[in-house]
């Protein structure tokens, strides 16, 4: 086994341990970006830059978060980016969906609690403000 090969497989592991702790404990009261070092930030960086920890060992580098206003004409599409993060907007350009489908991931934690999808809609929210508020930097 090469070493690439090792690394990318303790970064899956990394990620499903990660996963997996979302279902054990309440997420509802984190921050935007307590929820984004905790959930996105392996990938895209702790600035959101697309150079996380784990960002080599895709085919495709996560895209810099922080230019997502600049690319859609000046104008931050929050509704897109929810539906990124939630698994209902295919990221189609880019081949298979390699990032995590968070909404489920989310609602999965307490499936049978019936505010388990406003919880999962607030901190999906949480997440796309959090993004807002890194634009340019």
């Not at 909404?103 to 403000?129: H, R, T, W």
Request: net charge positive.
């Amino acid at each position: 086994m090469t070493a690439r090969k090792g690394l990318a497989i303790l970064a899956g592991a990394l990620a499903l341990v990660t996963v997996g702790a979302a279902h054990a404990e309440d997420l509802t009261g984190y921050s935007g970006a307590r929820l984004y070092h905790r959930f996105c930030a392996a990938c895209h960086g702790d600035q959101g830059h697309g150079d996380g920890v784990v960002a080599p060992f895709f085919k495709l580098a996560p895209p810099d978060l922080t230019q997502i206003t600049k690319r859609h004409g000046g104008v931050f599409p929050s509704e897109k980016i929810a539906k990124i993060i939630d698994g209902r907007e295919p990221v189609a350009p880019h081949g298979a969906r390699e990032m995590p489908v968070w909404g489920l991931e989310f609602y999965l934690a307490d499936p049978k609690n019936p505010k388990s999808k406003k919880q999962v809609e607030q901190m999906i929210s949480k997440l796309v403000e959090h993004l807002r508020s890194i634009q340019g930097k």
